[in-house]
């Protein structure tokens, strides 16, 4: 794997993460039809977000097979400080590929704002950093 195949995933996940803070602004009225379509955006952020850290760990020459696997190890490499965030992260969007209640979707969505949204924010700034 390259430094530039790392940074073209990179730049992938920064897209999608844009069109996340995005959908999360539009999303802020209550709208659950909006809150829907930002949890849409931030299961398909997640996907690029483990998958730019896996090319990553590639380019260092490591292989990892999963997302979990990849939040240890990046959490090893100190890529970010606070695992769990991520470790939940990836739990919520397991629920949500299969939550149909307005109330899990809900909570979902609160934790993408608050929290899961800022941490993939820092996460780029350090892969950057790093790159």
């Known amino acids: 794997m390259s430094r530039n195949e790392a940074l073209y995933s990179l730049g992938q996940f920064e897209k999608a993460l844009q069109r996340l803070r995005e959908a999360i602004t539009q ?6 039809l909006k ?3 930002a949890i849409q955006r931030f299961e398909f952020t997640f996907e690029l977000m483990w998958k730019t850290l896996k090319v990553y760990f590639e380019y260092l020459g490591k292989r990892i097979a999963n997302p979990r696997d990849t939040f240890k190890e990046a959490f090893r490499q100190q ?3 606070d695992e769990k965030v991520f470790l939940d992260m990836l739990d919520d969007r397991n629920t949500s590929t299969h939550a149909y209640d307005f109330e899990t979707t809900r909570k979902i969505f609160g934790h993408i704002q608050t929290s899961y949204l800022v941490a993939m924010e820092l996460l ?3 892969i950057q950093r790093k790159l």
């Open 27 to 32: 999303a802020q009225d209550g709208d659950p």
């Open 35 to 37: 809150q829907d379509g």
């Open 79 to 81: 890529l970010f400080s």
């Open 124 to 126: 780029v700034k350090e």
